[in-house]
């Protein structure tokens, strides 16, 4: 999505305008909405989320109980004991965190994966559409501060989507 949206951007901002340009506009955000793939996309990144919140939560709770145990003896132990107990809770910690930076490694590696085809689909119908229209510019509205004319073409492209994105 972003990727599109700097493209956008940076198409918006290329030189000066002919007279004899003419300009389109789509809601991006709206053909996205449209698009099986996209939905799919976006349920299977929650559910993997989903997952790593609970692991996650599952080894906070390992080392809270750790923690609690630690406390509670803490006045019963040796020092000995007590400094294996600390170094225990501290590798504990460490191995939380390493883990959670993992899986939003993993959780951004995939969005990405699910995305890029997703978002080539639209940029492909939308220049698919813009070629049959002879547009030489195509705004993103959900980007644009203000935009007067032009010619509409989130409907065209959402049909468009739509069939690419059942190939």
């Known amino acids: 999505m972003k990727k599109l949206l700097v493209a956008l951007v940076v198409m918006m901002s290329v030189g000066a305008v002919q007279a004899q340009s003419k300009f389109g506009h789509v809601n991006s955000q709206a053909l996205l909405d449209t698009m099986p793939s996209r939905k799919a996309a976006m349920k299977e990144l929650a559910e993997l989320e989903e997952r790593s919140v609970k692991e996650l939560q599952e080894m906070e709770g390992e080392l809270q109980k750790i923690y609690a145990t630690y406390m509670a ?16 809770i501290q590798k504990k910690q460490q191995a939380l965190q390493q883990r959670e930076q993992e899986l939003q490694q993993m959780i951004s590696a995939r969005n990405t994966e699910l995305n890029t085809p997703i978002l080539k689909k639209v940029q492909d119908a939308i220049a698919i559409v813009a070629d049959r229209k002879k547009l030489s510019y195509v705004i993103d509205e959900t980007v644009t501060l203000y935009f007067k004319g032009g010619v ?16």
């Open 152 to 167: 509409d073409l989130t409907a065209e492209v959402r049909t468009e989507l739509l069939l690419l994105d059942k190939k």
């Open 73 to 88: 003896n803490q006045a019963t132990s040796s020092p000995v004991m007590r400094q294996m107990d600390e170094e225990r």
